[in-house]
């Protein structure tokens, strides 16, 4: 029970810091509905800069809701979500997205 609870708080401190920057939820959103992302068809798809997804996939690569599919290299990195990243979308669908 107190896993659980561990858990759920968790969630919801990634939903509180997903909600909290546009760019964040403009990328959970394109995660959503794509299994894996680069910065530029984000930044493409959303009519933002390369530079700012990029900068927000770092963000949740660094929380772990992300990983990178091809972390040797420098630029064109792909990434999907992480077994986490699954988990605050799922809490995230139909309430914010």
Avoid at 10 to 21: A, F, G, N, T, Y
Avoid at 59 to 79: A, H, V
Wanted: glycine share 6%; net charge positive; hydrophobic share 35%.
């Amino acid at each position: 029970m107190r896993c659980q609870l561990n858990v759920k708080s968790m969630v919801d401190d990634h939903v509180r810091w997903i909600l909290s920057v546009d760019r964040r939820l403009i990328i959970t959103e394109y995660l959503k509905k794509h299994s894996i992302g680069k910065a530029s068809d984000i930044a493409q798809a959303t009519r933002r800069s390369t530079q700012n997804m990029s900068r927000g996939l770092k963000e949740f690569e660094d929380r772990g809701l992300i990983e990178c599919l091809n972390p040797s290299k420098s630029t064109w990195k792909k990434y999907m979500l992480t077994d986490a990243g699954r988990n605050v979308i799922r809490e995230m669908d139909g309430k914010f997205i």
